[in-house]
């Protein structure tokens, strides 16, 4: 039973255009939401995160819009870099009781160049 | 200067032998885990200490033992492995546990291969 599902199991952009991958979860106790990126062969490291209060949230080149009502959030990056390109994972967890982050199957971001 | 190192990062080793992987983190946090990357890449929770507290455990078999001598380390032990437990296994930590809204950082990952 996936709560957090990525359906684009990959996503090929051109340089300097927009990223945008997309996570859809179906535990509405999730409130906290992060995407973390992995390149190959290395642990995954944290980009940004968002919490249910909010709906959307910037750093730098990555945004990330959280849509309550769809239980949809995506991640936005632009201008697309070549080193963007490794395996984002979007990541939930809820208040209240777990203390444990449910993870995404990934998508695999190629920028090319 | 790695915040979470594990060790090693590459095992290749028969089935029915007993191994373990070990972990550190040297960023003062009080949450450790250990998480899950199977072949299908799905990245899944397997235990959670805090202070050394076990504080959640998976469905895992009892084949495999975590154990946190003080709160900077949290070792996993698998005994009698199987061609099934092939995977990735990521150490993590986070100050004081996700459901406060924090960020878990993971070490590189340690990939076991059972032949």
């Known amino acids: 039973d996936q709560q957090v599902k990525q359906n684009s199991p990959s996503l090929s952009v051109q340089e300097g255009r927009i990223s945008i991958l997309n996570c859809d979860y179906t535990?509405?106790?999730?409130?906290?939401f992060l995407w973390y990126k992995k390149y190959p062969a290395e642990g995954p490291t944290f980009l940004i995160s968002?919490?249910?209060?909010?709906d959307k949230n910037e750093d730098g080149r990555f945004t990330v819009f959280l849509n309550k009502s769809a239980k949809h959030l995506s991640l936005h990056i632009v201008p697309s870099q070549p080193g963007d390109s490794a395996v984002y994972f979007c990541?939930?967890?809820?208040?209240?009781?777990?203390?444990?982050?449910?993870f995404g199957k990934g998508t695999k971001l190629t920028v090319n160049p | 200067d790695t915040a979470v190192s594990q060790t090693p990062k590459y095992l290749v080793t028969q089935m029915g032998n007993d191994k373990s992987i070990k972990c550190e983190q040297n960023l003062g946090h009080d949450t450790m885990y250990w998480y899950k990357q199977d072949s299908k890449k799905f990245l899944k929770i397997m235990f959670s200490?805090?202070?050394?507290?076990?504080?959640i455990n998976e469905t895992v078999p009892n084949r495999f033992s975590p154990k946190s001598p003080d709160k900077a380390h949290l070792n996993l032990h698998i005994n009698s492995l199987e061609l099934g437990d092939s995977a990735v296994y990521f150490c993590?930590?986070?100050?004081?546990?996700?459901?406060?809204?924090?960020?878990?950082?993971f070490g590189e990952g340690s990939w076991l291969t059972v032949v």
């Open positions: 968002i919490s249910s209060i909010k």
């Open positions: 990541a939930a967890s809820a208040q209240g009781g777990s203390e444990k982050l449910v």
């Open positions: 200490y805090n202070n050394k507290e076990l504080i």
């Open positions: 535990n509405s106790m999730f409130d906290y």
């Open positions: 993590a930590s986070s100050p004081t546990g996700t459901a406060s809204g924090n960020t878990i950082y």
